[in-house]
């Protein structure tokens, strides 16, 4: 198991650590996150579809994203130019599964930080997760896509009990499962010492808030190892993929 990458920049300080877990064969997560000293974006997807189609599906939406936000400054990226990066990888999946048999019905979830200055904005679609991690609080910035949330919301359950719910990765919203989908996108302030967290739900289904509070607060730089090594304990039985972005002291 390879230990967590890190990138560090004097602006930003990135940790990710991707695993395929203990059941699943494949992983079929896709993470981005710069891999030189510069870059001020990071990327999860989630793949879904039999065979290899999820894995395909995940590769297309972080591709798709890359390639659309990485020709841009960090002030060129409104909620607007974010909107249409995951609206077209959304296209892109969306072609691909109706082209190629072998991949058809595959979809992905998509989570984005970008990071800009003081703040950091999110585009989200599934039930991957965007959490902030400030003053030793850790707040869910993204709300999941997904069949349990509505029941949470219309108060037929609470949220300890999606956990454990029978249907709890049934997803309302995905990357590729329609010809059009729009993103949830958000814009927070973000501090020196602030930390975004994205993750699929191979974490958080299997390791609760509160759990990862505690791995965060203990340090950072071993955030990541020890947050997937928490979900492998829990049973593992997801792909699990964390990002972990750390403000720095300089100006992005």
Known sequence: MRAAEV?????MIFYAKTHKGKIRSKNEDCIYVPKENDGFFAVVADGMGG???GEVASKIVVDTIVEALSVLTPAEITQEVLKKAISLANKNVWEESADNPQVSGMGSTATAAVFNKDSVMIGHVGDSRAYLFCDGAL???????????LLIDNGNISAEVALFHPQRNIITKAIGTQEKVEADVFTLVFKKNDCVMLC????NATVPDDT????LTDGIPLAADNLVEAALEGGGIDNISVIIAQRGGESI
């Open 200 to 203: 699929s739900d191979g974490l």
């Open 212 to 215: 990862i509070a505690k791995i």
């Open 7 to 11: 990138k560090k920049r004097g602006k």
């Open 139 to 149: 707040l869910q910035i993204t709300k999941d896509h997904s069949y349990v949330q």
């Open 51 to 53: 065979h290899n189609a």
